[in-house]
Nanobody, 126 residues
Framework: QVQLVESGGGLVRPGGSLRLSCAAS????????MGWYRQAPGKQRELVAV????????????DSVKGRFTISRDNTNSTMNTVTLQMNSLRPEDTAVYYC???????????????WGQGTQVTVSS
């Protein structure tokens, strides 16, 4: 069983910064990609940023956050991986519920599956 615990949301003024963290834990064969998604009221959930696993991770960002958000990952612990989203120069349009997601393989030979956090609210407003 994989559990994801998110923290760091809140209210911030435009131009401000927030840092989101997500800890994914569980006895799994492997944690694969980890990332952040967001969903604003009345809109579909969208990718914000994702980072792959391994010693040479790949990063992918939504065009709307490139240059402002930075995703990082700590996978030194085999039973807990953490992913952090540093958000700078926040804009009102960044207001949304942010969800952490990991793709993990429970056991060797078993297909990987997606696991989601409970979501954390980010509100950018003056």
């Amino acid at each position: 069983q994989v559990q994801l615990v998110e923290s760091g949301g809140g209210l911030v003024r435009p131009g401000g910064s927030l840092r989101l963290s997500c800890a994914a834990s569980g006895r799994v064969f492997s944690f694969n990609d980890m990332g952040w998604y967001r969903q604003a009221p009345g809109k579909q959930r969208e990718l914000v940023a994702v980072v792959s696993s391994g010693s040479r991770p790949r990063f992918n960002y939504a065009d709307s956050v490139k240059g402002r958000f930075t995703i990082s990952r700590d996978n030194t612990n085999s039973t807990m991986n953490t992913v952090t989203l540093q958000m700078n120069s926040l804009r009102p349009e960044d207001t949304a519920v942010y969800y952490c997601k990991t793709n993990a393989r429970p056991r060797f030979g078993v297909p990987a599956d997606d696991y989601w956090g409970q979501g954390t609210q980010v509100t950018v407003s003056s």
